[in-house]
């Protein structure tokens, strides 16, 4: 299909849900927005721009502990598009929004975005570490660790129907320091869009559940 025909069929297939569309032309230099949030959540070092923004999207992988019967630990799984070009002042969460619906549709990527990298979970000496691997696309490598978390803001979609649990926390993560990442320093994940757990579970159960955000790089 024409990448605007399939845009298109994606519109009609969103169009009974509340979501703005993006705005289509390219930005000016786009600014992390810290203000949608509480404090806790360090802003990047003044002047500081982000070399790119991936748009994440996939699944959040939970366990249960079998003392708490919470959904504890998680690792996430998701596939990473440069989106770039497409943030600004106005798209907030559109476009996690977007791409969260469009993943229960057979169009996965309606704004026709490159496939740069994937992130994914690996067992460290710290525990389980996140993955940013952009081996294909030349964009670089970073394993980090978690320094700050903050809730999602109140109008963060909850999550696709039936698993409208809750937008996952936004983040800001830096290089852990193990020695294997490269090019990148530190990421924020933000704009979040579902992914958060059931908030019980029965010992042995796994949760998978989707999500979208935006990671925003910085060296
Ligand atoms: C989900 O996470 C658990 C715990 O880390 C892991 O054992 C399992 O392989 C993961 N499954 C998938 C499909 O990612
Ligand atoms: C499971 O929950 C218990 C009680 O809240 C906690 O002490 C323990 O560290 C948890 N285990 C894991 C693997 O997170």
Not at 101 to 130: D, E
Request: proline fraction near 9%; charged fraction near 10%.
């Amino acid at each position: 299909m024409a990448p605007l025909t399939s845009l298109v069929a994606t519109l009609a297939l969103l169009s009974s849900t509340a979501f703005a569309l993006p705005p289509l032309q390219r930005s000016a230099a786009p600014v992390l927005p810290v203000n949608e949030v509480g404090p806790g959540f360090p802003p990047p070092p003044p002047g500081a721009s982000p070399v790119f923004i991936a748009l994440g999207v996939g699944t959040q992988n939970y366990t249960c502990n079998a003392t708490s019967l919470t959904f504890g630990s998680n690792v996430a799984l998701a596939d990473l598009y440069d989106v770039t070009r497409f943030i600004n002042a106005n798209t907030k969460n559109s476009i996690t929004n977007l791409y969260l619906a469009a993943s229960t549709t057979p169009i996965k990527n309606p704004l026709q975005l490159q496939h740069i990298g994937k992130h994914y979970f690996t067992k460290t000496v710290s525990g389980n570490s996140p993955n940013f691997d952009f081996t294909e696309s030349g964009k670089g490598f970073l394993q980090a660790k978690k320094v700050a978390s903050v809730t999602a803001p109140a109008d963060a979609w909850a999550g696709l129907k039936g698993q409208a649990y809750g937008a996952v926390d936004w983040l800001y993560l830096v290089d852990n320091g193990a020695g294997v990442s490269r090019q990148l320093g530190s990421v924020y994940r933000v704009e979040t869009a579902g992914g958060k757990p059931p908030a019980s579970c029965k010992a042995g159960e796994q949760a998978f559940v989707p999500y979208a955000a935006e990671y925003w790089f910085y060296r």
